[in-house]
């Protein structure tokens, strides 16, 4: 079946920091990928996606290209700011519309 | 912009208990969906409806039954609470049935049964 494995967390860095969350996937077929973030006290809230192979989704600073070839759909951000400080999931959808999610990343940004 | 809202931002009930979480989205969406988030699993999904009185099980339904009366609405209910279903629980819901549309979610809503 579907599955995602992001990287462990947490994840602590300093302000202004290169942040890249590592996000690999298993699925039959052509899945669409996306992040979603929670932010403290939040239901989760869509940050990017990217719906075929090559596609580069992009928000707030945010990037993650979609790479077949390595079924990896990592996120990355050049310079992080506080209120970055969030929970971050990994979550794809084949060939239905349920998603299936990773276990999650805190990342905390400390000024 | 979407709105999901959930009943309860936080509930405490005892064990044995039924119990009724409701989920309401303002935006004609067809599909709903109801998950709990537990640490380190990430969000797992209990049952989703895909139109009115419709409704598929999803990876972990065992304990828990919904209605979905109408479109706006969709309730998740605990027939006989027990200390393993302390969670967060997180309604959400997204336009049709495509595997490329964006799911949106409610603030959650943190039960605990003692």
């Known amino acids: 079946g579907d599955s995602v494995t992001q990287m462990e967390g947490p994840v602590t860095l300093s302000e202004e920091a290169f942040l890249t969350i590592n996000c690999t996937y298993t699925?039959?077929?052509?899945?669409?990928l996306f992040w979603y973030v929670q932010y403290p006290g939040e239901g989760l809230q869509l940050l990017l996606k990217?719906?075929?192979?090559?596609d580069k989704g992009s928000n707030k600073g945010f990037e993650a290209t979609y790479r077949k070839e390595t079924t990896s759909f990592h996120l990355e951000k050049g310079s992080v700011q506080v209120s970055d400080s969030a929970v971050y999931f990994c979550?794809?959808?084949?060939?239905?519309?349920?998603?299936?999610f990773g276990a999650g990343t805190t990342v905390t940004v400390r000024a | 912009d979407v709105k999901v809202t959930q009943s309860s931002r936080y509930l405490v009930k005892r064990t044995g208990e039924k119990v009724f979480l409701e989920c309401v989205q303002d935006?004609?969406?067809?599909?709903m969906f109801w998950y709990r988030q537990d640490p380190g699993l990430g969000l797992r999904l209990i049952y989703f409806?895909?139109?009115?009185?419709?409704?598929e099980k999803g990876d972990i339904p065992e304990g828990y039954s919904v209605s979905r009366e109408k479109k706006e609405r969709f309730s998740l209910i605990l027939e006989s609470a027990s200390t393993n279903q302390t969670s967060m629980y997180l309604c959400?819901?997204?336009?049709?049935?495509?595997?490329?549309?964006?799911?949106?979610f409610g603030p959650g809503t943190r039960l605990t049964v003692l």
């Open positions: 959400a819901s997204s336009i049709h049935r495509d595997y490329t549309d964006t799911q949106y």
């Open positions: 699925a039959t077929g052509y899945p669409s």
């Open positions: 990217a719906t075929k192979a090559d």
């Open positions: 979550a794809l959808s084949s060939n239905d519309y349920k998603l299936s």
């Open positions: 935006m004609d969406h067809e599909n």
């Open positions: 409806s895909y139109d009115v009185k419709m409704k």
